[in-house]
């Protein structure tokens, strides 16, 4: 009897099980999800990809931007063949300076719609105004699919209004991000390319879509930073398979992007992992090797200026000492890297310049590990972009990493699960990569330094 009624009361349970709606920022659909597809009122049910969709407050929100999680790094040696790819002239005169100089960062109107709605979304009134000042900060766009170029126009032609209307000239900042098998050392954030399916040549049609776009506006400047990831793998990663399958693949196609891009005058940094990649001692100058080669192949433009580290990473700066996690290193942080690196790129021919990113290196020694690259634990956003570097080698502190968006998810069941997300000092529960991340953002936001 006793069964029975147990029996019955989950039987009368189930009904409203089945109604249960999910949270603000909860998962409301994808492949294989078997939760509720509906959410609380005030949401709407969002689809972000195919495996993600979101119930996120106010108007639904556009496709996330950004997947970006570097994966762990071993130490290795890479090769480089010479590659061949279409030129032509640039359309407008480099300059020698830096490119930050004399331009105003043109806002990223994705990244300030996530953040106005996340705003929203807070109660306490101080964190509200400080998570809604993170709008005003410029962040890189991502270009991580096809169906986003478009947009890359729309910005550029605000922009070129906006510089029009206030005489002051404008710099729209983007992320060239859509290698096919990319990202070969992590699942995170693999993209919509694969090599074995046409890859090089789709690939080859994303970046001739944004030069057409960027053609159209001359008079705005664009810096992009260019395939977070995939040359710092071809330094330490290609003892894994998928790496050393795509390595003759991604230099082709980094050296199309570098000449294509440069073609229509656009600045470029090629990623360069972050100090506990390839700043150890032993990846130094195979690194160096292999970014002067690449900027070599590519026709060594002055459009090319350098290298972007730490792009969704969490490194200082310059720390005010070693983190626990970097011994053994005495490059522990990233202007010991560059100050490391530099030199030696200019002994072989790339007088690099550098950007780092410092969007989420507000608090330090929060890991287990170097490598965890995960929503790290604690994180809070760091110093603000600036050209105020105090290092003759860096051009600019920026933020390409949209702050709130997320690395990956900690669900084991997802297809595009890394278990690095699941680690002690990654938070969790997390969505899929570059999907909001609401208790994240407001982290983000709490434990900024400097404050917001």
Known sequence: M????????????????????????GQCGGIDWTGSTSCVAGSTCTKLNDYYSQCIPGTAAPPSSSNTP???????????????APTSAPTSAPSASNPFVGVTPYLSPYYANEVQ?????????????????????PT???????????????????????????????????????????????????????????????YYNYIDQLVAQIKKFPDVRVIAVIEPDSLANLVTNLNVQKCAN??????????????????VGVYQYMDAGHAGWLGWPANLTPAAQLFAQVF??????????????????????????PDPITQGNANYDEIHYINALAP????????????????????????????????IKNAGFGTRPTTNTGSQFIDSIVWVKPGGECDGTSNSSSPRFDSTCALSDADQPAPEAGTWFQEYFQTLVSRANPPL
């Open 117 to 137: 709605q996340a705003a929203a979304a807070i109660s306490d009134a101080t964190l509200k105004a400080k998570a809604a000042s993170v709008a005003n900060i």
């Open 70 to 84: 570097p994966p762990t790094s071993q130490p290795g040696s890479p090769t480089s063949a010479p590659t061949s």
């Open 246 to 263: 795509a390595q003759t693949t991604y230099l082709t196609c980094v050296n199309y992007a570098l000449k294509q891009l440069a073609s």
């Open 140 to 202: 890189f766009t991502w270009f991580d699919t096809v169906s986003k170029v478009a947009d890359l126009g729309t910005y550029l032609a605000d922009a070129q209004s906006i510089q029009n209307s206030t005489g002051q000239k404008q710099v729209v900042q983007i992320v060239v991000y859509d290698l096919p098998d990319r990202d070969c050392a992590a699942k995170a954030s693999n993209g919509e390319f694969s090599i074995a399916n046409n890859g090089q040549a789709n």
């Open 2 to 25: 006793k069964s029975f009624a147990a029996l019955y009361a989950l039987v009368a349970l189930l009904p409203a099980l089945a109604s249960a709606q999910s949270a603000e920022w």
């Open 296 to 321: 070599k192949d590519a026709g060594s433009s002055p459009f090319i200026k350098g290298l972007a580290t730490n792009v969704a990473n969490y490194n200082a700066l310059s720390a005010a000492s």
């Open 344 to 375: 030696v790129l200019q002994q072989q021919g790339f007088p690099a310049t550098f950007i780092v990113d410092q969007g989420r290196s507000g608090q330090q020694n929060l890991r287990q590990q170097w490598g965890d690259w995960c929503n």
